[in-house]
C-alpha cells in the first residue's frame, strides 16, 4: 500500500476514499499581470501534491500530511483568517470558501502529500488547494471537474481561500494554472473574463528543454512587497482613469506615463503594459516554432521585473545572467520575485552544462546552493 494511503488508514482507522493531486506551476510569461486583469502563460508542473480524503457526515476537518507532524482539527464554520494557522489554512480555506460560494460541503478527513518544491515559486500552496478542491468537488457532488467552467469555479474558491484565510493578496493565475493546464501545452490565461486556452508547448520536439533553477532564496508573499506592487498598480489605474492597468493600450504607453506623478507609478506600469504585450508576442512564437524569439521575450521579461518592476534579487539575477553567458536562448525570474525560481530555455542537450555553471557561480558568490531541473509541461488537477 502506498505511504499515504497507509499513512491515513493508520490515522483515521479506514481507507480514504480516494486521493487526488494537483500540480504547482512555472510561469513562462506574464508576470504580475494577473491582478491587472492581464496575460499570463504558465505551464503545470510534473511535481503533485497528493491529497488522500474521505467525506464525513459533520462539518469537521481532520488535516494531517506527510512533511509534518501537525495534525489539526477544525469546524468548517470556526475557519477564519488565522484558523487554522500555517499550511492548514490552505486545506480549510478551501472547504470553507466553497461553502462560502454556495456548494453544500461537509467535513474531510484529509492526509496530504507534497511534492511541489515549498518556498520555491513554484505554487506549492496552490498544488495543495487544487487537489483539496478536487477531492472535494468529487466527494460531495459537486461535479465541477469534468467542465472549463467547473474548474474555473474550484479555481476561484481556491484563491478566495488563499486571499481570505491564508493571508495572501495573491492573483488568480497559480491556482488556474494548476485547475486548466494540461500536458504538452501553457495555458494562455485572460485574467479579466477568465478566459483559458491551450498552447502548444513541447520542446523536446526541437531538442530543447525548460530549466528551472530553484535559488532557496527566502521568498514570502505576505510580506509586504507583493501587496505593495498590487496597489501601486490600483494607485496607476485611478490616475489614467482605466479599471486595470490591462486596459492602457500598449500604443499610447507614453502618453499615459506622462500623466502618471512620479517615477516609481511610471516604471511599475511600463512593465505591466509592456508585459501583458509579451504574452501573446511569445505564444506567437511558439505557433511560429521560432525559439529564438521566445528566449529573447523571457530576457525582456526578465529585464522589466528587474528594472521597472523591482522584484528581482541578487540570486535570481545570477541565474538569469550564468544561464544567458552559458548559450541560454533566454531566461527570467518566474513567479512573484523576491526570490523563489527562475527559468532558462536551453539546448537539452546543454541542460547538464548550465546546471553545472550555475552551481559554480553559486559557490563562488558564496550562495546556498541552487536546484536545478528540467520541466515538462504536465497534466490539472485530477482523481489519481
Ligand atoms: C505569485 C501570485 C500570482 C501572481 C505571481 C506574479 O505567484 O500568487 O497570483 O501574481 O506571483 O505573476
Given at each position: 500500500m502506498p505511504r499515504l494511503t497507509k499513512t491515513f488508514t493508520a490515522r483515521f482507522g479506514h481507507a480514504p476514499e480516494g486521493v487526488w493531486s494537483a500540480p504547482g506551476r512555472v510561469n513562462l510569461i506574464g508576470e504580475h499581470t494577473d491582478y491587472n486583469g492581464g496575460l499570463a502563460l504558465p505551464i503545470a508542473l510534473p511535481h503533485r501534491t497528493r491529497c488522500a480524503a474521505s467525506p464525513r457526515e459533520d462539518d469537521l476537518l481532520r488535516i494531517h500530511s506527510l512533511q509534518d507532524d501537525a495534525f489539526v482539527e477544525v469546524l468548517i464554520q470556526d475557519?477564519?483568517?488565522?484558523?487554522?494557522?500555517?499550511?492548514?489554512a490552505y486545506v480549510a480555506g478551501v472547504l470553507w470558501s466553497l461553502r462560502e460560494a454556495g456548494y453544500a460541503v461537509r467535513g474531510l478527513d484529509v492526509v496530504v502529500d507534497g511534492q511541489v518544491p515549498l518556498g520555491?515559486?513554484?505554487?506549492s500552496s496552490a498544488a495543495l488547494e487544487c487537489s483539496v478542491a478536487a477531492a472535494a468537488s468529487d466527494l460531495f457532488g459537486?461535479?465541477?471537474?469534468?467542465s472549463v467552467e467547473g474548474r474555473s469555479a474550484l479555481a476561484a474558491a481556491c484563491q478566495r481561500a488563499e486571499n481570505d484565510i491564508a493571508g495572501a493578496p495573491t492573483g488568480g493565475m497559480d491556482q488556474a494554472a494548476s485547475m486548466h493546464a494540461t500536458k504538452k501545452h501553457a495555458l494562455r490565461l485572460d485574467c479579466r473574463d477568465g478566459a483559458t486556452t491551450q498552447v502548444p508547448f513541447d520542446l523536446s520536439a526541437h531538442d530543447f528543454t525548460l530549466l528551472v533553477t530553484d535559488t532557496r532564496a527566502s521568498h514570502a508573499l505576505a510580506d509586504g512587497q507583493y501587496g505593495a506592487r498590487r496597489d501601486s498598480c490600483e494607485t496607476a489605474a485611478d490616475v489614467l482613469g482605466v479599471e486595470f492597468l490591462r486596459d492602457v493600450d500598449p500604443s499610447a504607453l507614453d502618453e499615459a506615463l506622462a500623466k502618471l506623478p512620479d517615477d516609481v507609478l511610471r516604471r511599475r506600469t511600463r512593465h505591466v503594459v509592456t508585459e501583458i504585450a509579451r504574452v501573446d508576442e511569445v505564444v506567437e512564437a511558439l505557433r511560429q516554432g521560432d525559439l529564438a524569439e521566445v528566449g529573447r521575450l523571457f530576457t525582456a521579461s526578465h529585464e522589466s521585473l528587474r528594472d521597472d518592476y523591482e522584484v528581482s534579487c541578487t540570486e535570481l539575477d545570477l541565474v538569469v545572467d550564468t544561464a544567458l553567458a552559458e548559450g541560454a536562448l533566454g531566461a527570467r525570474m518566474t513567479g512573484g520575485g523576491f526570490g523563489g525560481s527562475a527559468i532558462a530555455l536551453v539546448p537539452a542537450a546543454d541542460a547538464e552544462r548550465v546546471t553545472a555553471a550555475i552551481a559554480a557561480a553559486f559557490a563562488n558568490a558564496k550562495l546556498t546552493a541552487p536546484i536545478s531541473f528540467s520541466v515538462t509541461a504536465a497534466g490539472p488537477a485530477a482523481k489519481d
Open positions: 475557519v477564519a483568517p488565522d484558523m487554522p494557522k500555517g499550511w492548514t520555491a515559486g513554484l505554487s459537486l461535479d465541477l471537474l469534468g
